[in-house]
């Protein structure tokens, strides 16, 4: 069973930021790369950004480019997903994702609430 500890979801106006972070420990699950995925109720998952741990390599979703920043601490083997100028249609679970390879994903962590409101 994937552990992954996720955190920082909460309630934001449009505009406003807010920072992720997931907890692989050991890199048990992620020996390549981790990635944030999201899903609002009724939407398809949808991917929204990753960086390998080797090289910092990042990739993101165009609807983000310019307004979320992925990062990783190697040392504390966490990834943290800056959101900055939120919008009420990024409201959503967003999880954090472990890769073992290019393209291929493990189990998803069980995710945080990020609520935009108008």
């Known amino acids: 069973q994937v552990q992954l500890v996720e955190s920082g979801g909460g309630l934001v106006q449009a505009g406003g930021s807010l920072r992720l972070s997931c907890t692989d420990s050991?890199?048990?699950?992620?020996?390549?790369?981790m990635g944030w995925f999201r899903q609002a109720p009724g939407k398809e998952r949808e991917f929204v950004a990753a960086?390998?741990?080797?090289?910092?390599?990042?990739a993101y979703a165009d609807f983000v480019k310019g307004r979320f920043t992925i990062s990783s601490d190697n040392a504390k083997d966490t990834v943290y997903l800056q959101m900055n100028s939120l919008k009420p249609e990024d409201t959503a679970v967003y999880h954090c994702?472990?890769?073992?390879?290019?393209?291929?994903?493990?189990?998803w962590g069980q995710g945080t609430q990020v609520t935009v409101s108008s």
């Open positions: 050991g890199r048990t699950f992620s020996t390549y790369a």
């Open positions: 994702v472990p890769s073992s390879g290019p393209g291929t994903w493990g189990s």
């Open positions: 960086i390998t741990w080797s090289g910092g390599v990042t």
